[in-house]
């Protein structure tokens, strides 16, 4: 019992110290499922940057703004990933980023879950989204991980299609160091 309090006195100590967080890019990743011809598929887009203030103590103080760079896209196709990187999805030329910013963190049900409200920004178009996420200390650093779901239509992304799914869903690691 000693240990387990003293390894969550030791995370909160951790996260209330260190209340400015900056994104690596390894560890960190925004990863994507989508049904097509009826069957998943998915990829990762890494390149992530940006700036995070977190304590877990007071979440209503925290804040949240991380990018990801569309060029990264990876679906283990060259072929489908230069595609995607196309003005038909997700134009990275002319929309380099995907953009995630909080407007608002709330307290969750433990010491580690919170819930995220703000806008998520794709090829030039802003739509509110909410999610509970995760917050843990890890490596020297804080891991964010959260998932939701968008519609691709929502933000232009694609054609409308009889054999793609216009729903994604979106896993989200943020791996980030005390800056």
Same mark, same amino acid.
């Given at each position: ?33 989508? !049904?097509? +011809? ?6 990762? &887009?890494? @390149?992530?940057?940006?700036? /995070?203030? *977190? ?56 010491? !580690?879950? +919170? ?6 920004? &794709?090829? @030039?178009?802003?739509?509110? /989204?909410? *999610? ?48």
């Amino acid at each position: 019992m000693k240990q387990l309090f003293f390894i969550a006195a030791l995370f909160s100590a951790t996260l209330v110290q260190a209340q400015v967080f900056i994104p690596t890019d390894e560890g960190s990743k925004l990863h994507f499922v989508i !049904k097509n +011809f009826a069957v998943n598929t998915g990829g990762d &887009i890494s @390149g992530m940057e940006g700036r /995070i203030i *977190f304590d877990a103590s007071k979440p209503g103080a925290a804040g949240i703004d991380v990018k990801a760079k569309v060029s990264t896209i990876d679906t283990d196709n060259e072929k489908r990933d230069n595609h995607l990187k196309n003005e038909d999805f997700f134009d990275a030329e002319k929309y380099p980023d995907i953009r995630i910013q909080s407007t608002r963190i709330t307290k969750g049900a433990d010491l !580690k879950r +919170f819930n995220f409200s703000g806008n998520l920004t &794709i090829k @030039g178009k802003t739509k509110k /989204i909410s *999610f509970p996420f995760t917050a843990e200390g890890k490596n020297g650093g804080a891991l964010f991980t959260g998932n939701f779901e968008i519609l691709r239509s929502d933000f232009g992304i694609g054609k409308e299609s009889a054999t793609m799914s216009d729903k994604v869903k979106v896993s989200l690691s943020v791996f980030a160091k005390a800056g």
